[in-house]
């Protein structure tokens, strides 16, 4: 641990003051770099639900000309909704194997406006700097220090099957809390419409996969297994659109 700072701030609601601290460690995760476009086809294949999980819908997709990520024929269930988000992901052939592609594909009124979304997302272990603000309740990565060897074997590759658990436990029977919270984000801050497909819904979509992959994987290491993914939907903030660090997490 270092640069452990205490600091104390002012409750006015309850006309009392408590300790608070920041502290700064260096821990081991990835450094992603994502990019997002419009697509006019998605590679998400989209089935309905068997007689055993009514009011469920099962997705997965295929990667042609690019290695599968996931294992064993893998197909995520999530509620079936008037407002869903689906996922699936590949990674490019041989050497360039750190290079994931990512794809979201709206369903019913999310058709509208999400659509279909590609992003390619460049995904490497490294030591990050990670703030945790006890005042907030916020942890916030301030950067990649330096490349790491991956200390785990495709524990990338585990934390992309995540993300898209992730998307599909968001679903419930009104929206998907994944794409809610990139709409939310984008009307409070940014005056955009809930509706539309605005250019700046990708550098949303950017932050939020590539803030909930970075977390992930921290916790991950951190724990030697599966993070409890429940626990990172939230409200999640990026550099290039706020204040120039890393995704921040109100957990």
């Not at 997705?59 to 988000?85: E, H, I, R, W, Y």
């Amino acid at each position: 641990m270092k640069d452990l700072n205490v600091a104390v701030k002012n409750s006015s609601d309850l006309n009392s003051f408590y300790p608070f601290y920041i502290y700064t460690l260096q821990q081991q995760g990835i450094g992603s770099d994502i990019s997002c476009i419009r697509d006019s086809q998605s590679p998400v294949q989209v089935y309905p639900s068997d007689q055993s999980a009514v009011g469920t819908v099962q997705f997965n997709g295929t990667c042609d000309g690019q290695d599968d990520v996931f294992a064993d024929a893998k197909t995520f269930t999530s509620l079936n909704s008037n407002n869903s988000l689906t996922f699936w992901a590949c990674k490019s052939p041989g050497t360039n194997a750190s290079s994931y592609s990512l794809y979201l594909r709206g369903l019913q009124n999310y058709a509208e406006s999400i659509g279909n979304i590609t992003c390619t997302a460049s995904i490497q272990p490294a030591i990050l700097e990670v703030e945790y603000d006890s005042y907030f309740g916020t942890f916030r990565s301030k950067g990649v220090i330096e490349p790491s060897p991956a200390t785990f074997p495709d524990f990338i590759d585990q934390a992309v099957e995540g993300l898209g658990t992730i998307i599909a436990d968001a679903q419930n029977r009104e929206l998907n809390l994944v794409a809610n919270s990139v709409t939310a984000l984008g009307v409070r801050y940014f005056g955009l419409p809930a509706d539309g497909q605005q250019d700046k819904y990708l550098e949303l979509y950017e932050a939020m996969l590539q803030g909930i992959l970075e977390y992930e994987v921290i916790r991950y290491l951190n724990c030697s297994s599966r993070i409890p993914h429940h626990n990172v939907i939230g409200r999640i903030y990026s550099n290039a659109i706020f204040d120039n660090h890393r995704p921040a997490f109100f957990l």
